[in-house]
């Protein structure tokens, strides 16, 4: 009897758990599917060497690439599920596909072994999703036009009568938006944004597209940027510069496996392979900020000594609910 239990323990930890493939099997697997199509809202010149990677690695697997901005390719996930087309194997895209997605069972459980690199807070406990980059949501300036012991420290100070018609913002924050909800308390979130509209924004839609027009003089501040771009700008010797108020808002950038892959082994293998020490070293020589442990992006101060938060992309409701707010509150339509 003692045999026949300890053979049951046994077999018990060396059986697979659902949802998983050993690495063997998974290997052999997507061999034979040879073909693995990535959906996903980064832009090309940074997702197109990432597949390159991968394609190297494995040469033996075919990579699609399909990308699309991020309501887009909400919207034609959902539409192709509807009429019962199946194309997506992995998917990487801002956190607000998760919900959706997961309600209607496109999206599977897959606890990658690389996910144990991966801190707490940028993961899910059941391995529907994990976040691969990092956007920092910082405020940005022209450094000609705005000296350093100008800048407003604090949000609030961005209430200041002197910066009336100076700021600009994207028509479309909508995450950091949901996250200072979170961090200031709704109730008095929403009194700062009403006393912000107040402050007249200068609109416009695009982070790098804000840059650029920064960097002209069309404006001396931007309420919110993600601090890489600017130090691709500054590449440029643009006169631009970002700096942090802290707990700086932090957007990640999610990699998940479809719940109806038509290539589920090498869909796997993709997210192994972007999870990764070499996948997350492309993020970085893309000018991201990887979100892999020990993997400092370029430059550091993009990441170290930084205290940032991250909400949950699962709580603080519909994502949609978040969007008409943010319109609402600032009159877009």
Same mark, same amino acid.
């Given at each position: 009897?003692i045999q026949?239990?300890?053979?049951?323990?046994?077999f018990?930890?060396?059986?697979?758990?659902p949802?998983?493939?050993?690495p063997?099997?998974?290997?052999?697997e997507a061999?034979k599917?040879?073909?693995?199509t990535?959906?996903?809202t980064t832009?090309?010149?940074?997702s197109k060497?990432?597949l390159?990677?991968?394609?190297?690695?494995?040469?033996f697997?075919?990579?699609?690439?399909?990308?699309?901005?991020?309501t887009?390719?909400l919207n034609?996930?959902?539409?192709?599920?509807k009429? %019962? $087309?199946? /194309? =997506? +194997?992995?998917?990487?895209a801002?956190p607000?596909?998760?919900?959706p997605?997961?309600k209607?069972g496109l999206?599977?459980?897959?606890?990658?072994?690389?996910?144990?690199?991966?801190?707490?807070n940028?993961?899910?406990?059941?391995?529907y999703w994990t976040?691969?980059?990092?956007?920092?949501n910082?405020?940005g300036y022209?450094?000609?036009?705005?000296?350093?012991?100008e800048?407003?420290?604090?949000y609030?100070?961005m209430?200041h009568?002197?910066?009336k %018609? $100076?700021l /600009? =913002? +994207?028509?479309e924050d909508?995450?950091?938006?949901?996250?200072?909800?979170k961090?200031?308390?709704?109730?008095n979130?929403m009194?700062f944004?009403h006393?912000l509209?107040?402050q007249e924004p200068?609109f416009?839609?695009g982070?790098?597209l804000q840059?650029q027009?920064?960097?002209?003089g069309?404006?001396?501040l931007?309420v919110?940027l993600?601090?890489?771009?600017i130090?691709t700008?500054?590449?440029?010797?643009?006169?631009?510069?970002?700096?942090?108020i802290?707990?700086?808002?932090?957007l990640?950038?999610v990699v998940?496996?479809?719940g109806?892959a038509?290539?589920?082994?090498?869909?796997?293998?993709?997210t192994d392979y972007?999870l990764?020490?070499?996948?997350q070293?492309f993020?970085r020589?893309?000018h991201?900020?990887?979100?892999r442990d020990?993997?400092?992006?370029?430059p550091?101060?993009?990441?170290k000594?930084?205290k940032?938060?991250?909400?949950?992309?699962?709580?603080?409701?519909?994502y949609?609910?978040?969007?008409?707010?943010?319109?609402?509150?600032?009159?877009?339509?």
């Amino acid at each position: 009897m003692i045999q026949l239990f300890l053979f049951g323990i046994f077999f018990f930890f060396l059986r697979e758990s659902p949802g998983q493939t050993s690495p063997g099997n998974l290997l052999e697997e997507a061999k034979k599917e040879g073909k693995v199509t990535f959906y996903t809202t980064t832009n090309v010149s940074e997702s197109k060497p990432l597949l390159d990677g991968f394609r190297s690695r494995y040469p033996f697997i075919e990579p699609e690439l399909n990308r699309a901005g991020g309501t887009a390719l909400l919207n034609r996930i959902v539409n192709e599920a509807k009429g %019962g $087309k199946h /194309s =997506m +194997d992995v998917l990487a895209a801002r956190p607000e596909f998760i919900i959706p997605l997961k309600k209607t069972g496109l999206l599977a459980k897959y606890d990658s072994p690389e996910r144990r690199y991966y801190p707490d807070n940028l993961k899910d406990k059941e391995g529907y999703w994990t976040a691969y980059f990092l956007n920092l949501n910082t405020p940005g300036y022209n450094t000609r036009l705005v000296s350093a012991n100008e800048l407003p420290r604090t949000y609030e100070e961005m209430l200041h009568p002197r910066w009336k %018609g $100076k700021l /600009s =913002m +994207d028509t479309e924050d909508f995450e950091w938006f949901r996250t200072l909800l979170k961090l200031k308390v709704k109730e008095n979130g929403m009194k700062f944004f009403h006393a912000l509209k107040e402050q007249e924004p200068i609109f416009r839609r695009g982070h790098a597209l804000q840059v650029q027009l920064m960097a002209a003089g069309e404006f001396p501040l931007v309420v919110n940027l993600y601090a890489h771009r600017i130090e691709t700008f500054k590449q440029d010797r643009a006169p631009v510069e970002w700096y942090p108020i802290e707990p700086v808002p932090t957007l990640i950038f999610v990699v998940m496996v479809s719940g109806k892959a038509p290539h589920p082994a090498s869909g796997r293998l993709l997210t192994d392979y972007i999870l990764s020490r070499d996948g997350q070293e492309f993020i970085r020589k893309s000018h991201r900020v990887p979100a892999r442990d020990g993997i400092d992006p370029d430059p550091p101060r993009l990441k170290k000594g930084l205290k940032w938060y991250v909400a949950d992309p699962e709580e603080g409701g519909d994502y949609a609910e978040i969007v008409s707010l943010y319109r609402k509150t600032f009159g877009l339509r």
